[in-house]
């Protein structure tokens, strides 16, 4: 398996998308997990991007549509949408209260 062209280790990969999303949202709770360990083999893994799930509760989403919050995170992720992420599960809520 071929190492990612900009991603480092899957450590570093975890860190640099926490460190994105912290600055983007300062969120009440985020969760990130590298779940690529059960896609080895996967076709579209190959060339070392990864596979992670995202949980992130932030006032940022407050009044936005699903798809919009997606979009935001994606937008926050930038570069390492195409350099580090294959697959990217994610659930973005607002805190209880929209506050």
């Given at each position: 398996?071929?190492?990612?062209?900009?991603?480092g280790?899957a450590?570093?990969?975890?860190?640099?998308?926490?460190?994105?999303?912290?600055?983007?949202?300062?969120?009440?709770?985020?969760?990130?997990?590298?779940?690529?360990?059960?896609?080895?083999?996967?076709?579209?893994?190959?060339?070392?991007?990864?596979?992670?799930?995202?949980?992130?509760?932030?006032?940022a989403?407050?009044?936005?549509?699903?798809?919009?919050?997606?979009?935001?995170?994606?937008?926050?992720?930038?570069?390492?949408?195409?350099?580090?992420?294959?697959?990217?599960?994610?659930?973005?809520?607002?805190?209880?209260?929209?506050?």
């Amino acid at each position: 398996m071929s190492a990612p062209a900009q991603g480092g280790t899957a450590a570093g990969r975890l860190e640099r998308i926490r460190a994105a999303l912290q600055a983007a949202f300062a969120p009440q709770a985020l969760e990130v997990e590298d779940d690529s360990h059960r896609h080895a083999g996967h076709a579209g893994a190959r060339d070392g991007r990864g596979h992670f799930n995202v949980r992130i509760v932030s006032a940022a989403f407050a009044g936005m549509a699903p798809l919009a919050r997606h979009r935001a995170v994606y937008a926050a992720l930038g570069a390492m949408m195409q350099t580090d992420i294959h697959a990217l599960s994610i659930r973005a809520e607002a805190p209880p209260g929209g506050a």
